[in-house]
């Protein structure tokens, strides 16, 4: 008797109730209507459950063994069963990963599996609309406004209008990101509710569970906001590495070149998607829940803060370090660098390493070539910051007219403009410009000093002084162009092997 009881156990959630007996689940959907799923009668039940096996056998076929009816007293069937092979909670992968035991592996196969279901899954007009702009900016506007109630409560007041405020900036620019994405056929029937706790770690490869089945307008979603749900509970379950390991496999998986701003703009999204379900639970008099919402709202702040579009403006005169500065920062955030120098002898049809000197005004530096150029890396800068790229622009940045051109690319594609002059003394840059070998920049002391004289203020530029060390400018710069810490870089580095 002892052993039967021990082998009898009850979970709820907010939307459902799971009895396990012995070898198998069975899953009760609860009566109720929350806006964003509805159960509220029998036949809703019914459906979803046949629809939640059908959905799932995409993913753990042997898992989900179909619907068992419910009879009451009088013998008619008063609801609904999902049937279920029992997995062992030891192999939960949130158990496995709290306990610190390693997943990799698993981890692996799982954005495999994902990958190769994304591959495959429909694909069509319907889908793809409910991962346009506007439809992505709707249903974080939904969960706004299901949250509002719980400001104060359950979540931070201050830190839900952060979010807010970031995901609206994120959105307004990024229209041509999200088209880019539905026409390279990045939207599919997903799964929906990617989480750690319906993956479990068994010999013979994870079995994933719990797909989202009761509104497959949910389900439709871009492949990589499937994939960083997971991210982001990988994340909360304080395990960041993993997250990020994650995602670099299933974009290699998928040959997604995502830019980083994407992948912490969805994982920021499905972070305030739990904030809101806990914020749920929390009303229902769960009390555990409000932190649980005021944790997934911090993660949601952290990787908007971490995916905000900016344009970065690296200035300077010759011998300042500026070059050296901006492609550190560029190295470290993951940021496109675009280069004046560089763009120059393009347009001119000139090899960077080739030299093109020639006395200051003069040659491929006229006043004519400058404005081209600038307006050249204007351009640039503004397609790829619709495309999701934070921009960094090496330039001595001297003419107000220039910095005005900028201003207005980094307004119109809604970007924060952030400006860095670098700065240290003039016989230290005279000597930097005499030993450095021959690269892109063609300037010598001589223009140097002549770009002085012509210098226009730069008020608005915080100045970094590049006198001593690369890494402490760099320290400066970071403390700058990311106030809130520079951690969540998210780039794709050569991928780490499991463990």
Known sequence: MSDQVSDVAVSETHSGIVFFVGDRAYKLKKPLNLGFLDFSTRERREHACHEEVRLNRRFAPDVYLGVSDVHGPDGKVCDHLVTMRRMPADRRMSTLVKA?????????????????????????????????????????????????????????????????????????????????????????????????????????????????????????????????????????????DLAERFIGWYTEFAADPTPPSLRHHYVAYRAFVRAKVACLRHAQGDEKSAAEARDYADVALRHLRAGKIDLVLVGGLPGTGKSSLAGALADRLGCTLLSSDRTRKELAGISPGTSAAAPYGTGIYTPASTRRTYQELAERAAHLLRMGETVILDASWNDQAERDLIASVAQREHADLIALHCDAPGSLAAERIRRRAHGISDADPGIALSMAEDAATWPDATVIDTSGTLDAALDRALKVVRPHGADHVWRSPPLLPPD
């Open 100 to 240: 610190g035991a390693s997943v990799a592996e698993a981890l692996r196969d799982t954005a495999r599996i994902l990958a190769a279901w994304h591959a495959q899954a429909p694909r069509g007009p319907q889908i793809s609309a409910q991962e346009s702009r506007d439809r992505v900016q709707a249903r974080w506007n939904d969960s706004f406004e299901q949250v509002k109630p719980f400001y104060g409560h359950a979540v931070a007041r201050s830190v839900a209008v952060q979010i807010e405020d970031l995901s609206i900036a994120f959105l307004a620019g990024r229209r041509a990101l999200f088209d880019a994405r539905i026409a390279d056929g990045r939207v599919v029937d997903g799964h929906g509710d990617l989480l750690a706790t319906d993956i479990f770690c068994l010999d013979d490869g994870p079995q994933i569970l719990d797909c989202l089945e009761f509104d497959e307008r949910l389900r439709w979603l871009d492949g990589l906001d499937d994939a960083c749900f997971l991210a982001m509970d990988l994340e909360r379950l304080g395990a960041p």
